[in-house]
């Protein structure tokens, strides 16, 4: 696949971001940036315009869905992909998440080795 995905990762977690980080730095196919809050992803992501938004779900001040939520309402971003990585995976807990608009729930912890691939694999245009 030689087109680059951008890739926005939102977490307020500080060792999350870290290892996120470490894991998609040499996939030549992704482009990643990293912000530690909603407010600092807003900030930015009209001008980033990225293919894939990978939201923590707990986050202070504003959380991932409230993010998610003001993200969907920006027309520069109506063709982006939204996904979630959060430790709450309870059938209910995807559902709510999924009826947000969020096309993958990521579980935390998650392996590092394929996260590329997790997240390749909710890339624009598949399924």
């Known amino acids: 696949m030689s087109n680059t995905q951008r890739l926005l990762y939102v977490d307020d ?3 999350i971001r870290m290892i996120v980080e470490f ?8 482009e990643v940036k990293i912000c530690a809050s909603g407010v600092e992803a ?6 980033y315009q990225p293919h894939i938004v990978l939201l923590d779900v707990m986050m202070p001040n504003m959380d991932g869905p409230t993010t998610l939520k003001q993200m ?11 996904a979630f990585m959060t430790a709450k995976v ?3 807990e995807v559902a709510q998440l999924t009826q947000l608009g969020a096309k993958k ?23």
């Open 90 to 92: 309870q059938p209910q």
């Open 42 to 47: 807003l900030a930015m992501v009209e001008a």
């Open 13 to 15: 977690d500080a060792d």
């Open 72 to 82: 969907q309402i920006m027309p520069a971003l109506a063709n982006t992909t939204f």
């Open 23 to 30: 894991a998609l730095e040499d996939e030549p196919d992704l």
């Open 105 to 127: 729930v990521i579980a935390k912890p998650f392996d590092p080795m394929t996260l590329a691939d997790t997240i390749r694999s909710i890339g624009v245009g598949n399924d």
